[in-house]
């Protein structure tokens, strides 16, 4: 029997199982790095997510932004606008940090800082700093004017251009900072200022406030004009109780002339039947005319009385009527007053 020799691997076979080995470890690597960038980012995001639901956490609160920190002890330091996030200011437990583990930096719009009373308040802010350019301090995406942003440098230089945000994605300006569209693995999350007025109603608030306000007002000048509607009546009643005062004294005035008349007539009477005095025969008609002219006199003023008696009932009903109106407008406006002062903590006075 014939033994033989063990054949090794050739030069060509040991070349192709180094070029197939290269491969696997090619493919395995690519597999690796993609799941660890894959993890990487979901941590960022998870982190970048948390911190931003905090900051609106705490902003629903407080209604206001806190400062950023700047020793790193997890407390805002104002009126610092940029540093790493203060985790302790909104409730965390630790310093958030990307996939990287490098601590989130976070920036704030400084006029966002100064705490409000009320959401009124805070909405009425927040419209001010949407709209006015002077008071943008930090900007996004088409120059719209944010509120704060939280984001994280990525792998840190991978430009090589000696910046931890490696895309410049924070540019500092004399108006403040403007945040660039990231050109490489930097992430962040911002919220706008106007985006902020929608997130917290304020639309509706301003709007609901604003009517009340309006309503408000417009109750004054109603409760206005019927104080003075009121006045004018009690006028007019004190004139028709004046007027029947006087017809009631135009009565009496002409029920004595009546009597007096008719005391003239009779004893003129009585001196031409008896004494023959010619003058009083032409006395007696006209105190017959005179007591006649009394009576009339005295029915026109007992109509006069009647009229202004009348008067006097429509003037209180109208009176009446006018004082429900001023009770349920006062009644209003205290309530509308109270409303505001709770929304925004003052109002215009009631009259």
């Known amino acids: 029997m014939t033994l033989r020799k063990p054949k090794g691997f050739s030069l060509l076979e040991l070349a192709l199982l180094l070029v197939v080995i290269g491969i696997l470890v090619t493919i395995a690597s690519a597999v690796v790095i993609k799941a660890i960038n894959q993890s990487t980012s979901a941590t960022t995001n998870n982190a ?180 003075f509607i009121k006045t004018d009546i009690e006028g007019r009643i004190k004139g028709s109780e004046l007027a029947i005062v006087m017809a009631s004294l135009s009565v009496a005035t002409a029920a004595a002339s009546v009597v007096g008349a008719a005391a003239t007539a009779i004893d003129a009477g009585a001196q031409a039947i008896f004494f023959g005095n010619a003058a009083a025969v032409v006395l007696a008609p006209l105190s017959v005319v005179a007591a006649g002219l009394a009576v009339v006199a005295a029915g026109l003023s007992i109509v006069e009385i009647v009229l202004e008696a009348d008067a006097i009932v429509t003037f209180n009903t109208i009176k009446d009527h006018v004082d429900r109106q001023r009770t349920f407008v006062a009644a209003t406006c205290t309530g509308l007053s109270g409303e505001i002062v709770s929304a925004k903590g003052g109002a215009t006075p009631c009259n």
Not at 76 to 97: E, F, H, K, Q, W
Not at 102 to 127: E, R
Not at 188 to 199: D, E, Q, T, V
């Open 48 to 227: 970048l997510l948390q911190t931003e639901q905090a900051l609106l956490g705490r902003l629903h609160l407080n209604r206001s932004l806190a400062c950023a920190d700047t020793d790193a002890d997890g407390l805002g330091n104002c009126p610092a606008r940029i540093g790493t996030v203060p985790y302790i200011d909104l409730g965390m437990d630790s310093m958030p940090v990307d996939g990287n583990g490098m601590a989130l930096t976070y920036i704030a719009n400084g006029y966002l800082f100064a705490p409000t009373a009320n959401a009124y308040d805070f909405c009425q802010t927040l419209l001010t700093v949407a709209s006015t350019v002077d008071l943008g301090e930090l900007y996004g995406a088409g120059n719209a004017s944010l509120a704060y942003a939280i984001f994280s440098g990525g792998k840190q230089d991978i430009l090589n251009n000696s910046s931890a945000n490696d895309t410049a994605i924070i540019k500092a300006g004399s108006a403040g900072y403007s945040i660039e569209e990231n050109i490489s693995d930097d992430r962040y999350r911002s919220k706008s200022n106007m985006s902020l007025l929608g997130k917290f109603n304020c639309p509706a608030t301003l709007l609901a406030i604003n009517a009340m306000e309006t309503e408000l007002i417009a109750g004054n000048l109603t409760r206005t004009t019927l104080d």
